[in-house]
């Protein structure tokens, strides 16, 4: 009777909280880019490739905020 009551605190214990799923990681690179990452499953380089369009579309995102800078003054 006794390893009765051990085995019911013993299954009560074992049931405590759950523990919570890790945090997502945040995504890496641009919404536009997130595809081409996800090509390094099929063999190509998909994070080097999608560093430089990153880059390409920040200089590009750069720029047409200088023209209407200059557009506005």
């Known amino acids: ?3 009765m009551f051990i085995a019911v605190v013993l299954l ?9 799923p890790p945090p997502e990681k945040p ?5 536009e880019t997130r595809s081409i990452r996800n090509t390094q499953a099929v063999g ?6 999608a560093d430089q369009v ?3 579309l920040d ?14 003054e």
Not at 12 to 20: D, N, P
Not at 59 to 72: G, I, K, L, P, T
């Open 27 to 31: 995504a890496e690179g641009r919404a």
């Open 44 to 49: 190509y380089e998909g994070k080097a490739i």
């Open 54 to 56: 990153d880059k390409a």
């Open 59 to 72: 200089a590009n995102d750069q720029r047409v905020q200088q023209r209407e800078e200059a557009v506005q």
């Open 12 to 20: 009560f214990a074992g049931c405590g909280q759950q523990e919570e």
């Open 1 to 3: 009777m006794k390893y």
